[in-house]
């Protein structure tokens, strides 16, 4: 789980910002707050609302680019690609920060690193509690001696492991996260002693998964699956719930030979799923341009279909089958977050979707979140949405902390803010004093008589 985000001096935001998942003091929706973790508990889903520009994108776009740093690296001789707030002179030349706080497990972690486009400058990991927290390693390429890494292995200090870690840290480049060496060259086969930070890249791995309005979830993520009835019936039962005319769906067995896919992909899907140790059937969604193709693999092999949708057709029994693509807009994007809703529910997941509204009518939208809201009681997954979905705004559906909001100021850097914040009773409908700019985060609309090259 997701607990806070810090970001400093990253694309639109200048001054250090804070996005944070932890509950307020309302005591309605307890089903919307995880259990706790080390005291410390975490809301199931927060969604972020401003006008175009704003910075929505850009928090989520920070959020993402600490993941790639963190999981693909740089090479050596790279510099940092990023955009830092460039509104301000005296910021170009200043460091940028980037800060997460998660849960693990039983654990809750804060981990970050300062940088530049020459490099890492700091990076830190610390175990968090509700009142303490304990270092775990730290990082300043400012000193001579950069790295402190005492508290690892720290009952085996002079064993080959600990000396192999500090040999790591060593040859860590500059513009090179100690946590991607680590992952890099596979530590975990070395050294027993490293759980924290093998903690965090599993999260960072496997639990946060962040989408962007042009991305198919269903591109390459997989999820597991007791059976193929049973995906296809849950398929057949969402697909019905969100009345999209479809009857049903089937899978029909395919020679991948004579698709087109690039190689690439379907290499990184086979080993993601050939590696993968679930005692379950492991599957991955695939779509090419609108063409859905289901990827399954056991011990020994891996299988392709193309998944089908069935039409009843009037004066016949027989019902008529058809190629994803012949989908509307809309059906395929439900079909697209039907997957993300699994894996939601199966626990453990941090989603953050960049407009999910997109084709999607406002009803099916304000549907979906509700749908998952009201299936989390007992389960610890997050879905954190940045939207212009006016609807969503209802306090029947979310909580005061569970909405967020981004605007500019008069420097044009992105300013963070919730809704709790505001003195606005459970009851009240927010909607209407959101559109009317209560809240900051809706367009300043200028005056259309000054438009003089359209008169």
Partial sequence: MLIRFYVENFSSFKERQEFSLLPGKMTKKREHVTNSVGSIRALKAGVIFGANASGKSNLIKAIAFGQKMVLRGLRSENLINFQNFRLDADYRNKDSRIEYEIQYGTKNYAYGFVFNRRGIVE???????????????????????????????????????????????????????????????????????????????????????????????????????????????????????????????????????????????????????????????????????????????????????????????????EEEFFDTADESDGTNRIIDLIPLLMDLLNGDNVF???????????????????????????????????????????????????????????????????LEQYNIRFDKQIRKDYLLGRFKAVPKIGNRNHLTVLN
């Avoid at 953050?352 to 509204?357: L, N």
């Avoid at 909405?403 to 300013?415: E, L, P, R, T």
Wanted: glycine share 2%; charged share 30%; hydrophobic share 35%.
């Fill in 352 to 418: 953050i979707v960049d407009e999910m509204e997109r084709s999607l009518h406002p009803n099916l939208m304000y549907d979906f979140l509700d749908l998952f809201l009201s299936k989390c009681e007992n389960i610890n997954s997050q879905l954190i949405l940045a939207s212009h979905e006016s609807t969503l705004l209802n306090q029947k559906l979310l909580r005061k902390d569970e909405i967020w909001f981004v605007v500019k100021n008069q420097d044009g850097a992105s300013m963070l803010h919730s």
């Fill in 123 to 317: 990076e830190w990991l610390y175990e968090m509690t509700k009142t303490s927290e304990k270092k775990i390693f730290e990082r300043d390429n400012r000193k001579k001696n950069n790295f402190d890494l005492t508290n690892l292995n720290k009952k085996n200090r002079y064993t080959e492991e600990q000396q192999f870690l500090k040999f790591i840290a060593k040859g860590t480049p500059d513009n090179q996260l100690f946590l991607t060496e680590i992952k890099s060259r596979k530590v975990r086969e070395n050294v027993s002693d490293i759980s924290d930070i093998l903690n965090v890249l599993d999260w960072f791995q496997n639990s946060l998964k962040v989408i962007f309005p042009d991305d198919k979830y269903k591109q390459g993520v997989k999820f597991e699956i007791k059976e193929d009835e049973k995906l296809l019936k849950t398929f057949n039962e969402l697909l019905d719930y969100f009345d999209t005319g479809i009857s049903g769906v089937c899978l029909e067995k395919i020679d991948i030979e004579k698709v087109e896919i690039p190689n690439r992909i379907l290499k990184k899907i086979e080993e993601d799923l050939m590696n993968d140790q679930s005692e379950h059937t492991r599957a991955s969604i695939l779509s090419v341009n609108n063409t859905t193709y289901f990827i399954s693999a056991n011990e020994k092999e891996v299988n392709y279909h193309e998944f089908m949708t069935k039409h009843k057709v009037s004066g016949q029994l």
